[in-house]
């Protein structure tokens, strides 16, 4: 990266952020595999891709070449974020998430929005 915000971190995968976003994706096909089947194409799909492109921006955005790119990805990992934690909110109010479930989805968010704010702050003061 033209202004070594990879100093320090081998891959992507290095990163609290990706590892968090991982774990937080995980969570979410576990949780949506108990949903209702006519919402395989509906609510599963669009939580499942959603939790994914978190992840997938993090690695997407680490792998370009300037910083602006990479806190380009980090702000759409973090768009999908807020996605997810809306959807989570629906299925919850549609009783197809347990309390717990969902308490746990939301404490994994807020962890990982946490991360990825302190990351973009870091990018964008140029001390990643």
């Given at each position: 990266?033209?202004?070594?915000?990879?100093?320090g971190v081998g891959t992507y995968r290095d990163l609290v952020a990706?590892?968090?976003?991982?774990?937080?994706?995980?969570?979410?096909?576990?949780?949506?595999?108990?949903?209702?089947?006519?919402?395989?194409?509906?609510?599963?799909?669009?939580?499942?891709?959603?939790?994914?492109?978190?992840?997938?921006?993090?690695?997407?955005?680490?792998?370009?070449?300037?910083?602006?790119?990479?806190?380009?990805?980090?702000?759409?990992?973090?768009?999908?974020?807020?996605?997810?934690?809306?959807?989570?909110?629906?299925?919850?109010?549609?009783?197809?998430?347990?309390?717990?479930?969902?308490?746990?989805?939301?404490?994994?968010?807020?962890?990982?929005?946490?991360?990825?704010?302190?990351?973009?702050?870091?990018?964008?003061?140029?001390?990643?």
């Open positions: 990266m033209d202004t070594g915000a990879k100093s990706w590892q968090k976003a991982m774990e937080l994706a995980e969570r979410v096909y576990r949780v949506t595999a108990s949903f209702p089947e006519a919402e395989r194409f509906g609510m599963v799909s669009q939580m499942r891709r959603s939790a994914v492109s978190v992840a997938s921006n993090i690695a997407e955005g680490f792998g370009r070449v300037r910083r602006a790119e990479f806190v380009r990805f980090l702000e759409i990992s973090k768009g999908s974020l807020f996605e997810l934690q809306t959807q989570a909110e629906l299925a919850r109010r549609l009783g197809w998430i347990a309390g717990g479930e969902l308490a746990g989805l939301r404490e994994l968010s807020r962890e990982l929005d946490a991360v990825l704010r302190g990351l973009l702050g870091s990018l964008r003061r140029g001390r990643t």
